[in-house]
């Protein structure tokens, strides 16, 4: 492997992780996303253009490889087993005591979302894109993703406000 994508790796490799895994909300499987997108790269790093940045064009293959996981047979059959084995519990009292009761909820209201429009949230809100680099990202134009983001803040505030929850207020819608 070249130490240039070594040096790309671990500059961008954390960013994509938490991408994938707004996606696919599991960290092995993000971690398997995200290997693939550099392996992605490494090959095909010739048709990398430059019209815009390393950081947004790698985002760019990180959803595509977590849309392409998301259809796939592989993933069905995750979460049939997953049902199954919903009594085994991954936390750790660690992890409770860090996951505060607030970003749970959030976080279970923008996974109901529809992927169309909590993917313009996770990139806008988590990943800090700009409309212009969400547009790159998903291949849509400027406008539509505006009309995304305003329609999914509606709907995420229409789930926050069933579940009587109020700590954001108005800042994020």
Known sequence: MSEHLTAIMEEHGEYCLRVAYL?????????????DVFL??????H??????S???YLVK??????HDYLRSWKNKRHQLFSKFHFGISKRTPESDVIKAAERVTLQAALFELPITY?????????QELKVREIAEVLGNTENTVKTRLRRARQLLQNKLERSDWEVLGD???
Do not use: N
């Open 118 to 126: 909590r993917e313009v949230l996770i990139l806008y809100y988590y």
């Open 40 to 45: 992605a790269y490494y090959l095909q790093q």
């Open 171 to 173: 800042d994020i819608f």
């Open 54 to 56: 390393l950081k947004t």
């Open 23 to 35: 996606y696919v909300r599991d960290w092995s499987i993000a971690e398997e996303i995200v290997q």
């Open 47 to 52: 048709r990398f253009e430059q019209r815009a």
């Open 61 to 66: 293959i990180t959803v595509h490889k977590s």
